[in-house]
């Protein structure tokens, strides 16, 4: 159980374009999601907090405006790197929560490289 | 702000050695603690938690940790480790209010060798 997937694993495109990025949990409800980036070799850095029916909470530094999430459902959160551009080359990763263990469980990650 | 501190960078060993990686963190209140691990290629794995209780936890695959809270540390531990072992390790806590984030050591690279 507790299973959490990402779509796409990996996405090339343009500088100024958009992509969205899609986390799902697939057994379980999640109230609560996050998303994290990680750079090589580095550890996960926290982004924002996607909450089910509000609005985001963003981490210092973050651009919402960049960065748009969206948790439209209790499985389903979306994040949207608006106008990307070669510095957004990252691995991004989302994690849902379960409530009643207040546990994370983690995507497998997509890996963005904006050319 | 809360931070967490892994001492190792870097941990080579050799099949059958004992495991154990320092973990500490920086908050004085109530947290919930965990131990991540990432295989080459892969997402992140639970390995084990604590929240309460006897602060000797034993996780999947043999690991175990044991939160000290006078030391503020939840070293993570092995007895025998084996090559598949190989991956990277993180540990991260919340703080113990529902629906925190995790916050995230910088991670302790295992490689061993057969």
């Known amino acids: 159980g507790a299973v959490v997937s990402q779509h796409p694993s990996w996405v090339i495109c343009k500088s100024g374009t958009s992509v969205k990025i899609e986390c799902r949990s697939l057994d379980f409800q999640a109230t609560t999601m996050f998303w994290y980036r990680q750079f090589p070799k580095q550890s996960l850095m926290l982004m924002a907090t996607s909450n089910e029916g509000s609005k985001a909470t963003y981490e210092q530094g973050v651009e919402k405006d960049k960065f748009l999430i969206n948790h439209a459902s209790l499985t389903l959160s979306t994040l949207t790197v608006t106008s990307a551009h070669p510095e957004d080359s990252s691995f991004y990763i989302c994690?849902?929560?379960?409530?009643?263990?207040?546990?994370?469980?983690f995507g497998p990650g997509t890996r963005l490289t904006v050319l | 702000a809360q931070s967490v501190s892994q001492h190792n960078h870097h941990v080579i060993l050799s099949e059958a050695a004992s495991l154990e990686l320092g973990c500490n963190y920086s908050?004085?209140?109530?947290?919930?603690l965990f131990w991540y691990v990432q295989y080459p290629g892969q997402h992140l794995q639970l390995l084990l938690k604590y929240f309460s209780g006897d602060p000797l936890v034993k996780g999947i695959k043999g690991f175990e940790a044991e939160f000290i809270k006078s030391k503020f540390s939840f070293n993570l531990r092995k007895p025998s480790v084996q090559w598949s072992d190989t991956a990277e390790y993180f540990c991260?806590?919340?703080?113990?209010?529902?629906?925190?984030?995790?916050?995230f050591g910088k991670g302790t690279t295992l490689s061993v060798s057969s």
């Open positions: 994690s849902a929560r379960v409530q009643a263990t207040d546990t994370q469980y």
């Open positions: 991260a806590v919340t703080l113990n209010q529902a629906g925190t984030a995790l916050i």
């Open positions: 908050y004085g209140g109530t947290v919930n």
